[in-house]
């Protein structure tokens, strides 16, 4: 397995997700060079260990977790094809690869060009916040708060009220009326998976975790008992353990 705390820190980046109100981790996302793997297999695995804090949840938050999307190195992370991860659990997530190739015009659809700006990968779905985006721009004169581009950044963002007279209604415009060009890429590459997994830590575990924890708290908080304060349900509330591995490093190619 990789110790991504330590040998792999470097191979993450993050940016902020505007959907999800949060920041966002990518692991070996078009690194120089890349993390490669040479075999498939439960051994050659990436074990991730996160910790998600909820006592810095905002009062509405409905649940917790962590929602974890496999994809190509350029492409932007479809959270609507993710996991969603419960704490407390570890998670095993074995894919694999699947690339997709349609045909363009006479005989299709599809789109050739695999990029949406200068150096930004098109992705159908930001391709659909950016239409709506210039809609809600053009009717109410605010920003959608979806739209991260910085040409964006000369409006402010839409407040609530402004959403609920005007920018509710832009959206439905481009949805309803599907006036947005924004076609699936002629090749695409995504990535199917199986879930299994189980409690986590063990008992044994639970007491490192516990003692760690407990002496990281008193040496921030002088004076202030660790045992007292952090007991076991901190880390079944707030840890999730995910375990990453390609089944086979076989591609399957569809063509249409």
Known sequence: PCNVTTEAGSHWSSFLSLEYGSRCFTFNANNNPSLKVSRSGSTFTVDITVFLDQLSF????????L?????????RPDFDRGAVLAPGKQHVVAFEKIVREDLPDPYGGCREDPFLDVDLPYHRGLCQINCI???VVSDCGCRYNLD?????????????????????????VVLVGNDCECPDLCSRTRYNYQLSGGNWPTHPVVKDIL???????????????????????????NFVNVVLYYSTLEVTTMQE
Do not use: K
């Open 67 to 75: 929602i974890v999307a496999i994809h190509d190195q350029l492409d």
């Open 211 to 237: 003692t760690t924890l407990r002496a990281a708290f008193e040496e921030r908080n002088p004076g202030r008992n660790g045992t007292e304060t952090i007991d076991a349900s901190v880390i079944t509330e």
């Open 133 to 135: 985006a210039d809609q």
């Open 148 to 172: 991260s581009r910085p040409s964006a950044t000369s409006y402010d963002v839409c407040t609530y009220q402004e959403m609920e007279d005007c920018g509710d209604a832009a959206v439905e």
């Open 58 to 65: 905002l009062s509405n938050t409905e649940s917790a977790g």
